[in-house]
């Protein structure tokens, strides 16, 4: 009983906004480009988040309502809103976790009317224009404004070696001026939908951490990291 008691709420007090799933790009009333996230990994990161006390705030894109442990969920499709709903809270939070996959890009026109073969022929080309990156402008917009907001981003990468995936992680976490970034390995689909990770963490000076697992323990290795720059 006395284990019980003390369990960490070490986030007591704070507020954690998480991005999770994957946004969807509309083509045409019917068609979308979208990506393999679950929004898995997202989810145990809002359900320990709340567990160890934080308030959480969960953007959702494509994914359905948690049925516990979370303050505030927030619905999204595209990009285009995830990045309206994260903008209009940014100034309120502690931290924000961009467990999100973010497309790069959209369909530079969506149809508004359901395309069709008889009238394109043999092939269709679509043009796309890249998104914001998200991301990077939350960071930027957090220097600006003088926030002291701790900021993890994530990456997925395919590559055959583990110091490969370090070595990505690094650079990746200097172009998006965040606080911690978590990268996985996807190679061959791993990952996606699946219930168990594994992960290495960096912050702007190198690597931090490993953590492999239920996408819980996962989470909690990252929210450790995260506990320890909020004091
Ligand atoms: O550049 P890359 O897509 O690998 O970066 C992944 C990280 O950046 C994730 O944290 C994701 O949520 C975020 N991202 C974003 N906006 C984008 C693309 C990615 O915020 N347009």
């Known amino acids: 009983a006395a284990l019980a008691l003390t369990a960490n709420r070490d986030l007591l007090g704070k507020r954690v906004l998480i991005t999770a799933g994957g946004t969807l790009e509309p083509i045409d009333p019917v068609r979308f480009i979208g990506n393999r996230s679950s929004g898995k990994q997202g989810v145990a990161l809002a359900m320990q988040a709340k567990r160890r006390g934080a ?47 973010v497309s790069d890009y959209r369909v530079a026109t969506e149809s508004t009317t359901k395309l069709k073969k008889i009238d394109l022929g043999h ?80 912050d702007q000076a190198g690597q931090i951490g490993e953590s492999t697992g239920s996408k819980t323990t996962v989470a909690n290795a990252i929210l450790d990291e995260l506990a320890i720059r909020l004091e």
């Open 55 to 101: 308030y959480v705030t969960l953007i959702g894109a494509n994914i359905s309502q948690p049925d516990q442990g979370v303050d505030e969920f927030i619905s999204v499709a595209t990009a285009s809103e995830l990045e309206g709903a994260l903008m209009e809270r940014l100034q309120t939070q502690d931290a924000l976790i961009m467990a999100a996959a």
């Open 123 to 202: 092939s269709l080309k679509l043009e796309l224009v890249a998104n914001p990156d998200i991301l990077a402008s939350a960071t930027q917009s957090i220097t600006d404004l003088g926030l002291k907001t701790v900021v993890v981003g994530f990456a997925a990468e395919t590559v055959e070696k583990q110091a490969d995936l370090i070595e990505l992680a690094l650079k990746k976490i200097k172009a998006k001026g965040c606080d911690l970034l978590v990268a996985n390995n996807v190679t061959g689909g791993a990952v996606f939908g699946a219930e168990k990770n594994t992960v290495v963490i960096v």
